[in-house]
């Protein structure tokens, strides 16, 4: 993709030497830029490396809650190793053919290639241009059908397009295909996955005999592979339905950790914007999350080291208190009059004991016990009716003697009731009794979410909204109390700041007038 000046927008072939994030068409239009505005925003991270993290970034300067720290621009975007089915033309779903109101069982697909598009203007994509002569050449049509008994069922087809994507950037932008092959692979763990085992067989042979791009040995595809599943970011944009993978050049240098100080969100062109959700002092590490906070950490810690091939030891993995909301703990069994948890005694530690806090009670669990309870939380979890708020409401009073309530197992499910209750039925529909449950709801999780994803967090901003929006209901039902109507204010100005730096936030969540 040609970078365009950004004063003037024609093709532009300097870059801002400092941030790498602008291009000029000239030094003139540079030096304006800078002036105008550019001298504020340039340069607001350094890339570095240290034994423990890798390359990750740095703040060279204090940055602000809300401030955008980079643009990022995509050097491929498309489907997942495994993918429903979706246009390489405009990374959207797609929708099968109709004929006069009837569905009919296939997709348009590209007039060259074979494969399925929304239609013929996206033959044209820039996305698919570079790919679609390679794809047709080779002679292989893919079998893409719509599965009307399985919306999900997901394509492993489509394993092969970013790989290619990638590739085909050595001629195109050479430069970009380089710094590619110098992102971080995990190759050697990734080898010994049963998934890489199917690369092998499928994945190669493909790349290498159908496509006929001999010249990439086995190790340079499967590496490929191991970046991609290493540095790529899940891009989610339901309103457009869209569900993709992309690699973005300033995503594969940022670092993790369980407390993120930033979120991201993808804009149109779906360059990763990043932003800071609490202030960051110069010199500190700038980090996203690459899991979920509801997760305890046995269960983050175990996604990371599998999806990510590193063990956490940020300052929610290393203390047994997880911050303050004891979420990996339990209920000790033991402890009867005087309630105590159970907590691991060294929880960067996969095979710690677990213990109670009690110190006159003796009661402990072995790693593979508290495994083995965990495993059985998440099968009942996994069992309840999605459709069901009162399955949910049943799990935690169910689990309520033996988990409390803020059990990583029980946050998950009170953030599921929460979706739930206020997407099943129109606010206007629900029982006021429904309505407070979401206020109580959304409050607990709040104060669970300040302290694992302060500041502007996406977890704490989709809860601000869900609060927002049931005070709302509670005001045009005239039962909202002035301590109601008093949080719902703060609310909304929090949610008003939160807009100003993040254009996924919309006005319309925050709930009716005050
Ligand atoms: C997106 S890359 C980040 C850049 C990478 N450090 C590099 O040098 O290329 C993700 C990889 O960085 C490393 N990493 C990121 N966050 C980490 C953390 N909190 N602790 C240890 N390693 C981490 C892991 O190797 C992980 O697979």
Redesign the pocket.
């Known amino acids: 993709m040609t970078s365009l000046c950004s004063v003037c927008s024609v093709p532009a072939a300097h870059r801002c030497s400092g941030c790498q994030q602008v291009a000029y068409c000239g030094r003139e239009h540079q030096r304006t830029h800078w002036r105008a505005q550019h001298r504020d925003q340039c340069c607001r991270f350094k890339v570095v490396?240290n034994d423990?993290?890798?390359?990750?970034l740095v703040a060279t300067r204090d940055i602000k809650q809300g401030e955008i720290i980079y643009r990022d621009e995509p050097y491929a975007v498309g489907p997942k190793i495994a993918n429903v089915p979706i246009c390489l033309g405009c990374n959207r779903n797609l929708m099968p053919l109709s004929q006069s109101g009837e569905s009919c069982a296939r997709f348009y697909v590209c007039s060259r290639c074979g494969w399925p598009l929304c239609g013929k203007i996206c033959e044209q994509a820039a996305q698919h241009l570079p790919e679609c002569s390679v794809l047709a050449a080779s002679g292989y049509r893919p079998n893409i059908r719509p599965n009307p008994c399985n919306p999900d069922h997901r394509e492993s087809a489509y394993c092969v397009i970013v790989p290619l994507r990638v590739l085909l950037l050595e001629r195109s932008a050479p430069e970009r295909y380089a710094t590619v092959q110098g992102?971080?692979s995990?190759l050697a763990e990734r080898l010994k996955s049963p998934l890489y085992g199917v690369l092998r067989s499928n994945l190669v042979p493909f790349v290498r005999t159908v496509l006929g791009l001999q010249q990439y040995s086995e190790e340079t595809v499967l590496k490929l592979s191991a970046i991609l599943d290493?540095?790529c970011y899940e891009i989610r944009l339901p309103e457009r339905h869209v569900k993709v993978r992309g690699l973005y050049p300033l995503?594969?240098?940022?670092?993790?950790?369980c407390r993120p100080n930033t979120k991201h969100y993808f804009d149109d062109q779906l360059h990763m914007v990043l932003v800071a959700t609490v202030d960051i002092s110069e010199g500190a590490v700038i980090h996203a999350s690459y899991t979920q906070p509801l997760l305890s950490t046995v269960q983050r810690r175990l996604a990371l080291r599998q999806a990510?091939?590193?063990d956490?030891?940020?300052e929610r993995c290393s203390d047994p208190n997880e911050l303050g909301t004891k979420a990996g703990g339990f209920r000790c069994p033991n402890c009867r009059r005087t309630p105590g948890l159970v907590l691991a005694v060294d929880p960067t530690n996969y095979r710690s004991i677990w213990r109670c806090v009690n110190r006159r009670c003796s009661y402990q669990e072995r790693a593979d016990q508290y495994m083995e309870r965990c495993e059985r939380l998440q099968k009942e979890l996994l069992a309840l009716d999605r459709t069901d708020p009162n399955d949910y409401e049943a799990f935690l009073t169910r689990n309520a003697p033996t988990l409390h309530g803020w059990n990583a197992y029980m946050l998950q499910a009170k953030y599921a009731l929460t979706q739930l209750l206020s997407g099943s039925r129109s606010l206007q529909e629900r029982t006021e009794s429904s309505i407070h449950r979401s206020v109580d709801l959304c409050r607990d999780l709040l104060a669970v979410a300040e302290k694992l994803e302060p500041g502007y967090g996406t977890f704490r901003t989709k809860l601000l909204q869900e609060l927002s929006s049931a005070f709302g209901t509670l005001q045009t039902r005239g039962v909202l109390s002035e301590q109601q109507r008093q949080e719902w204010l703060a609310a909304r100005s929090e949610l008003e700041r939160i807009a100003k730096t993040d254009p996924t936030v919309v006005g319309s969540s925050f709930g009716d007038s005050v």
């Open positions: 490396r423990h993290l890798g390359r990750h992102f971080e995990h290493t540095n995503g594969a240098m940022l670092s993790h950790d990510k091939c590193f956490c030891v940020c």
